[in-house]
T-cell receptor, first 110, second 112 residues
Framework: KAGVTQTPRYLIKTRGQQVTLSCSPI?????VSWYQQTPGQGLQFLFE???????NKGNFPGRFSGRQFSNSRSEMNVSTLELGDSALYLC?????????FGPGTRLLVL | SQQGEEDPQALSIQEGENATMNCSYK?????LQWYRQNSGRGLVHLIL?????REKHSGRLRVTLDTSKKSSSLLITASRAADTASYFC????????????FGRGTSLIVHP
């Protein structure tokens, strides 16, 4: 099976802009989770979607949002970007208790 | 906040040596998993150990779990330069959907 794919891989934005990241899970996986990884905070959970519904949410401001489509593909959106949003954004699809991660989208906010 | 905390933060060894990294956590868990991350890439699942298991092996990897001490260790035997990566433990407290909580990781460098 193909692995988890994320697009784009790299992104440069300026403060105040918004960004949409995309994730395609492994075929048959219905759960998709998003994480933010920074050197200072480590790997932090953003949210999880299962069958198009947000099932869990981390402690991030409302500027961070997501959705999942009927084919399990997921998008996350960050509005009004701040410098601190610069990070590696990882998507993972789950089968039972194991998460399978995509390569990530590296976002740089200038 | 991190549930699991890996120790040491950084480890530098020679090829062929064994590498041991530890993970401590705070609350009861259903299972604990170890992941590897090569520089700037996604995480790769290595091994899962359940709370009722004490030791598990996978190839050159050996994981132990001591629930009384709330700690786990990952041993990589006969390390190779390709093992250079960051290693994370992730704990799951259960309660329905699985959302692992990751530690900050151990950065392992294996010198050829």
């Amino acid at each position: 099976k193909a692995g988890v794919t994320q697009t784009p891989r790299y992104l440069i934005k300026t403060r105040g802009q918004q960004v949409t990241l995309s994730c395609s899970p492994i075929s048959g996986h219905r759960s998709v989770s998003w994480y933010q990884q920074t050197p200072g905070q480590g790997l932090q959970f953003l949210f999880e979607y299962f069958s198009e519904t947000q099932r869990n949410k981390g402690n991030f401001p409302g500027r961070f949002s997501g959705r999942q489509f009927s084919n399990s593909r997921s998008e996350m959106n960050v509005s009004t970007l701040e410098l601190g949003d610069s990070a590696l954004y990882l998507c993972a699809s789950s089968y039972q208790e194991t998460q399978y991660f995509g390569p990530g989208t590296r976002l740089l906010v200038l | 906040s991190q549930q699991g905390e890996e120790d040491p933060q950084a480890l530098s060894i020679q090829e062929g040596e064994n590498a041991t990294m530890n993970c401590s956590y705070k609350t009861s868990i259903n299972n604990l998993q170890w992941y590897r991350q090569n520089s700037g890439r996604g995480l790769v699942h290595l091994i899962l150990i359940r709370s009722n298991e004490r030791e598990k092996h996978s190839g050159r990897l050996r994981v132990t779990l001591d629930t009384s001490k709330k700690s786990s260790s990952l041993l990589i035997t006969a390390s190779r330069a390709a093992d250079t990566a960051s290693y994370f433990c992730a704990t799951d407290a259960g309660g329905g959907s699985y959302i692992p909580t990751f530690g900050r990781g151990t950065s392992l460098i294996v010198h050829p």
